[in-house]
């Protein structure tokens, strides 16, 4: 009953709606053939595309991301140098090099080859041997590896993917989304912007055979330096990418398109788009006040709400629609409140669609107030939570 209680005060009791100047939602007049979509600009985290973005599909080869980020966190940690070295076994040597007729960088069976290479071959040309080399060097088997990947995504916020292996071969277990993929590519360009630099290598050449990058999108102009292609029988194709132009990044996660070309044709469009229909807004400067708490127990009744930089979105050039923002935090606060505490969160919506998420601090200190005022307080407390217990409560009419 409690928790329930405080779960339905965050969001009904201690919010505030702000009217903002900026307005957009191009959502609503731009339609991808994708079933699954989801893109957002990098500095601002805006979400520019969502549709089906929670809806699970199988990753195939975008799984391959998430073998990537736990070598380039092993990495960043000095837990393995990019010149270790690990042998390649039957196993992955039938499963993913040359007798598998699957993507592959040609590693030869019982062969040792460096942390790098096998880091270019998976993000260069999608190898399967790569991934699975990697995943028993790390982890000693690739069962093993796959369990570290499916914590990892939850440690990462992933929380609607399984990874039942490290290439994304078929397994009837592996699911993602398009919001978890975005996710994934988000944190292997920010977290490790010079490891993250493999994607966008035109070609690699393994034991004298050249391959080109698998991305067809590196070849455009775009501005596109990353990440994966999929495909899944009975789902469709699917594409993870990342593109910086005149100063602005984009991810972008597509799910569930008919074909191979329909899927680059369409990622193409969707990313044009987004690098050219939208425009940053600033709605709240720096150390601006965005809203109050209510503090009980204090020498004050509120305390101000601060984000820690100025808050900006991208919304569209075009058929402008006004935004608006939520404030939720947790209550009931009670003093003695420090200033700079995170409490909270600034929401900011164009129509029904969430855009952005940020966080809110106290601008001030509240220190304890008198006794009087504490046991006013406590009446105004008890009194809030018998009616928000009594609303969560009463019987909906039948």
Not at 146 to 151: E, G, I, K, N
Not at 293 to 298: C, D, Q, T
Request: glycine residues 8%.
């Amino acid at each position: 009953m409690f928790k329930r209680f405080v779960g339905l005060c965050v969001c009904l009791l201690p919010f505030a709606t702000v009217a903002a100047a900026a307005s957009g939602d191009a959502n609503a007049s731009f339609v991808t053939k994708a079933a699954q979509a989801y893109m957002v600009e990098a500095s601002t985290g805006t979400v520019l595309l969502a549709k089906n973005e929670n809806q699970t599909f199988s990753p195939a080869s975008l799984a391959k991301l998430m073998t990537v980020d736990l070598v380039f966190d092993a990495l960043s940690k000095n837990q393995i140098t990019l010149d270790t070295q690990y042998p390649v076994s039957e196993y992955a040597w039938r499963t993913g090099g040359a007798p598998s007729r699957t993507a592959t960088m040609f590693a030869a069976l019982k062969s040792n080859v460096r942390v790098e290479d096998l880091i270019k071959g998976i993000a260069i040309q999608g190898a399967n041997d790569s991934c699975i080399v990697l995943a028993e060097g790390m982890s000693g088997s690739e069962p093993a590896f796959a369990a570290a990947m499916t914590r990892r995504a939850k440690t990462l916020g992933m929380e609607r993917s399984i990874f039942g292996n490290s290439t994304g071969l078929p397994d009837g277990k592996s699911r993602t989304t398009a919001l978890d993929m975005v996710t994934l590519a988000a944190e292997l360009q920010m977290s490790y912007p010079n490891l993250y630099s493999y994607f966008a290598q035109p070609d690699f050449e393994w034991n004298r055979i050249f391959q080109r990058n698998r991305n067809p999108l590196l070849g455009f102009g775009m501005g596109v330096d990353g990440l994966a292609t999929g495909f899944a029988e009975g789902e469709g194709y699917s594409i993870v990418a990342s593109a910086e132009r005149d100063g602005r990044r984009l991810f972008m996660a597509l799910g569930g398109i008919a074909s191979d070309k329909e899927r680059t044709e369409e990622a193409k469009r969707v990313l044009e788009w987004g690098l050219t229909a939208f425009e940053s807004r600033q709605i709240f400067a720096d150390a601006e006040v965005i809203g109050e708490a209510s503090v009980y127990g204090g020498t004050s009744r509120s305390v101000d709400l601060v984000a820690k930089s100025p808050v900006s979105v991208y919304v569209p050039i075009s058929n402008p629609e006004r935004l608006s923002a939520r404030i939720v935090y947790h209550w009931p606060l009670m003093a003695p409140v420090e200033a700079g505490h995170e409490i909270g969160t600034l929401r900011i919506f164009a129509g029904g669609r969430l855009l952005r998420e940020v966080p809110l601090y106290t601008k001030e200190t509240v220190e304890v107030g008198s006794l009087s005022s504490r046991a006013v307080d406590a009446l105004m407390e008890l009194g809030e939570t018998l009616l928000f217990s009594w609303l969560w409560d009463k019987p909906e009419p039948t």
